[in-house]
């Protein structure tokens, strides 16, 4: 009687592509798409301003409108706001705006002076909309501003950039625990796959741990924002702020738990950007204390 032979199942194969993806990359071996990125650089700017926040933690919205405006200014490299969102965006583009919505919700703020900001550069009211939960779905957008808020994650380790369009999948338990390597699966998913032309973090008040939800102990005000348009670029400058905050906590090395391996795994399997610090030039303006870069 002959052996059955094993079944692969896609998940067996993702697993194992990604643990053989990261496990080679860990050994110095580089993969085609990883010497593609060696060539270049992905820019990220962070801007801040120590008095965003005043001492009861409220926005002050016209330096909140200034920090905005210089990031766009650093990251496109134009003279102007309007110019720069025009880089980014067309002026018929219906454009969806995706904030963290729960648990350490992004600032209203936020969505506020980037919602007034494109309007000023052209963009018709009505051609800007949510696009975070239903009935609101990306399907009906041209172009996305992802919009996260900085913060740690109990189950993914970093719950910022590429955990943001979970809620997209259809099915966010998969994508949790063992499953968080494939958080970006979802940014290829048809009617997401580039159209993403900036991610820009809310990191007025980042949570290095405990997260989602809102702990004090472990929340500081860093009074910035962090942008650019390689999303895996943005979530990794956003992950060295977090574990230097956290190595500054205990005056010791603290690692993440669980490791964020979705940071590494959307660079190297599912391509999405660079997750290599000496591949990211990253543009400072503003305040300079404690930047933890």
Known sequence: MQNKKPVLTRR???RGTIGVTLGASILGFKWPM???QAAGS?????VRDKNALDSARNVDSAILEKMLAQTLIKVTGQKNTKDAWLTLVKPNDVIGLVPTSHLN???DEVVDVVKRSL?????????IRMAQGRPHHPKKCDALIALPSLK??????????MKLYIMYSGRPSNYHQSDSAKLGEIWNLPFVKDKTKLVLV???????????????RYQWSYNGIIAGTDPVAVETVCL??????RNAIRGESWPLTPPPICVEAADKVYGLGTSRMEQIRIEHYGWEKDLLL
Not at 152 to 161: E, K, P, Q, S
Not at 202 to 216: H, I, N, T, V
Not at 240 to 245: C, F, G, R, S, V
């Open 12 to 14: 067996d194969f993702i």
């Open 34 to 36: 990883e010497e593609a």
């Open 42 to 46: 992905s820019l990220v700017a962070v």
């Open 105 to 107: 919700p992004t600032h």
């Open 119 to 127: 309007r000023d550069a052209g963009i018709p009211k009505n051609q």
């Open 152 to 161: 740690a994650h109990w189950l993914t380790g970093i719950g910022t950039v």
């Open 202 to 216: 809310d990191s007025l008040y980042p949570l290095c741990d405990k997260g989602p939800q809102a702990d004090p």
């Open 240 to 245: 060295k702020i977090i574990t230097e905050k």
